[in-house]
T-cell receptor, first 115, second 112 residues
Framework: AQSVTQLDSQVPVFEEAPVELRCNYS??????LFWYVQYPNQGLQLLLK??????LVKGINGFEAEFNKSQTSFHLRKPSVHISDTAEYFC?????????????FGSGTRLQVQP | DGGITQSPKYLFRKEGQNVTLSCEQN?????MYWYRQDPGQGLRLIYY???????QKGDIAEGYSVSREKKESFPLTVTSAQKNPTAFYLC???????????FGSGTRLTVV
């Protein structure tokens, strides 16, 4: 069963506009949630993570995400995007099963910021 | 600086050949992971290792093999049995006491 679903494969947005990238997770997995960013031909960089505590998580580069248990969502937001935010964004959750602890990723959302 | 080093950055392989991708970390992390990335599919787990001399299959292990003889190193071999090996491969590591996963910069493998 899919553990993480990213609802949009591509999100075009104009510079300085707000953006929301959507992520829903399966209620059967843990609630350790992550957002990563990937620039072309590079590895993944952690934007933010939710492990416990406040449901509003602030990350790097002005991004934030809100953990919503009732809607099983962890949407990523930024109030004003820049051209440099153009990248692929991945939502991920930790799966614990049979002694395994590993990140499981959504299929990614490509954010395209236009001037 | 601590981190993960993957080499080479680009790798070309002829059909029928085995190739080995290198992953080295100096973060003193116990766990290491290999992921495969294809367009539109996110990252899929190939193999992982929670401790030296032990490793487990992930979701798409067929056609791959690994070893974990040292804490710092987790090489991945793409064998000739892997039917569609062209992809971007990412290595990651994680400590046992927190949930901070660190990723390498990846190796792009192309079969020619």
């Amino acid at each position: 069963a899919q553990s993480v679903t990213q609802l949009d494969s591509q999100v075009p947005v104009f510079e300085e506009a707000p953006v929301e990238l959507r992520c829903n997770y399966s209620s059967s997995v843990s609630v350790y949630l992550f957002w990563y960013v990937q620039y072309p031909n590079q590895g993944l960089q952690l934007l933010l993570k939710y492990l416990s505590g406040s449901t509003l998580v602030k990350g790097i580069n002005g991004f934030e995400a809100e953990f919503n248990k009732s809607q099983t969502s962890f949407h990523l937001r930024k109030p004003s995007v820049h051209i440099s935010d153009t990248a692929e964004y991945f939502c991920a959750v930790i799966r614990f099963e049979a002694g395994r602890r590993a990140l499981t990723f959504g299929s990614g959302t490509r954010l395209q910021v236009q001037p | 600086d601590g981190g993960i080093t993957q080499s080479p950055k680009y790798l070309f392989r002829k059909e029928g050949q085995n190739v080995t991708l290198s992953c080295e970390q100096n973060l003193n992390h116990d766990a290491m992971y290999w992921y495969r990335q294809d367009p539109g599919q996110g990252l899929r787990l190939i193999y992982y290792s929670q401790i030296v001399n032990d490793f487990q299959k992930g979701d798409i292990a067929e056609g791959y093999s690994v070893s974990r003889e040292k804490k710092e190193s987790f090489p991945l071999t793409v064998t000739s049995a892997q039917k569609n090996p062209t992809a971007f491969y990412l290595c990651a590591s994680a400590g046992s006491t927190n949930y901070g996963y660190t990723f390498g910069s990846g190796t792009r493998l192309t079969v020619v």
